[in-house]
């Protein structure tokens, strides 16, 4: 089936993008300096190839480069790989000319060009080339299955249904089997009961058993496992539980006793959540030395001198596991008694002229990488609420409280997507805190750097909803 196969097509394009990446890279610089070995000696030189990789690979996945491979169209994968080229060229420019300089690293601004130019040419022909072998294998790869369900039910009757409206997951339902003719709505679908199931897949050559049958028949299970164990046949179980979750799910193994997690949660693995932190900290240090530390005694003067009261606004906000924390803002509000159970609106009276800019901009948030620094906040992650709200809406909101399996960020997936601001409905809540969750189950380092690289995006265009 294309599922079993996307994950080493995947991989090979990745490794062979890198591969063409640093052949041109270095094929250009072997021929600008004429040297065969200094390239490798060249200290300085050798930090421009790391910064040339990371890039690219930030890129690919910003814009999905290596998604669906097998499935993408012609069309659609050109499309995604100019994206990817167009963004991987401008990040270079960016980093490489303006912030770092070509100097720093014995470069031209020639060897840029040249570089560059032969790794478009060669990613777009090897694409091609990847192309073609694709369409004429697209049958080989997609490796259809034939299978039978045994017990039709609910859950048989959508598993079929799930195969027969998704033919690129690579299985064909021959037919069922249950102890039971008459509960079998497709009369031309039933091969027979349990007890002939074995049989059948032996004489048909059928490639695996799905056993939805429900758990009050476990001795029927046992038989056909056992059974499809010693004619080596695959044989895959349904759970009735899969009804309770409405997408993937973890299972693990607790000695022969399987556990059934109901969401992924990739922060809670050790290593992650140290990755996590340490990005924290540095890029939190980044932007206090380099940026708060001369734009804050700017900002503090002119909120001052607009109106009478603090330049920092402390707000009790709900954290992770629901602990309270003091979050940091700078002070866009002239001071009032509702600021802590009010939420700002569109033209809201108590927004000072220098705050509608900082909240415009989201400036009012840097105090917050202080936050980030104690560990009561991440970079990324769920928008803290007022302790009003989190009361307010986990009432109304069953997945509400999930969000604080998480620290709160400074930015996240609900703000990329315009998940901000004032909530005047249930489901706009609703949006928002589903976007938290799926960032709470998908989470990765490259997402992280996603986010931030799409929050810099859309501070610089502007977003309606911050006001």
Not at 115 to 144: C, N, P, Q, V, Y
Not at 403 to 432: C, N, S, Y
């Amino acid at each position: 089936m294309i599922n079993r196969h996307t994950a080493f097509f995947k991989a090979l394009n990745l490794a062979i993008d890198y591969l063409i990446l640093n052949i041109s890279m270095i094929s250009v610089y072997l021929i600008e300096e004429r040297y065969t070995i200094y390239w490798n000696t060249n200290r300085k030189y050798l930090p421009i190839v790391l910064v040339f990789n990371l890039i690219w690979l930030l890129s690919a996945n910003i814009s999905g480069l290596y998604e669906q491979v097998l499935n993408k169209d012609s069309i659609k994968t050109y499309r995604v790989v100019i994206r990817t080229y167009i963004l991987f060229v401008s990040l270079i420019c960016f980093t490489i000319l303006i912030l770092i300089g070509t100097e720093a690293y014995f470069i031209t601004r020639q060897y840029l060009f040249y570089s560059l130019a032969l790794f478009g040419f060669l990613l777009g022909l090897w694409k091609l080339i990847f192309l073609t072998i694709r369409r004429g294998e697209r049958t080989t790869l997609m490796d259809t299955r034939e299978v039978i369900i045994v017990g039709w039910g609910r859950i048989g009757s959508d598993l079929y249904n799930f195969f027969d409206e998704n033919p690129d997951q690579g299985y064909k339902v021959i037919g069922f089997f249950d102890d039971n003719p008459q509960v079998v709505s497709n009369g031309h679908m039933y091969l027979g009961d349990t007890a002939n199931c074995i049989d059948y897949v032996l004489t048909n050559k059928v490639d695996e058993i799905f056993c939805t049958l429900p758990v009050s028949d476990s001795k029927k299970i046992q038989r056909l496992m056992v059974d499809a164990d010693k004619n080596l046949i695959r044989f895959k179980y349904v759970p009735e539980y899969f009804d309770y979750a409405k997408k993937p799910t973890v299972v693990q193994s607790f000695g022969h006793i399987p556990v059934i997690s109901v969401r992924t949660e990739p922060l809670e693995n050790l290593l992650n959540r140290s990755i996590k932190r340490g990005f924290d900290i540095a890029f939190s240090l980044f932007i206090i030395i380099f940026v708060f530390s001369w734009l804050f005694p700017i900002l503090a003067l002119l909120i001052k001198l607009e109106s009478k009261g603090p330049v920092f606004f402390m707000q009790l906000r709900s954290g992770r596991d629901n602990n309270p924390f003091n979050c940091y803002k700078l002070r866009t509000m002239y001071v009032n008694n509702d600021a802590d159970h009010k939420q700002a609106t569109r033209d809201d009276r108590r927004i000072t002229r220098i705050g509608a800019f900082l909240r415009r901009t989201s400036l009012d948030e840097l105090p917050q990488f202080f936050n980030v620094l104690r560990g009561n906040m991440s970079v990324v992650g769920p928008r803290p609420h007022m302790l009003k709200h989190t009361t307010q809406y986990s009432a109304l909101i069953d997945q509400f409280m999930v969000r604080h399996f998480l620290k709160p960020g400074i930015t996240g997936w609900a703000q990329i997507h315009g998940l901000r601001g004032e909530t005047r409905t249930v489901e706009a809540m609703l949006d928002r805190v589903e976007a938290d969750v799926w960032y709470l189950e998908n989470w990765s380092f490259l997402l992280d750097l996603k986010i931030i690289f799409l929050t810099l995006r859309n501070t610089i265009k502007g977003d309606s909803n911050a006001f």
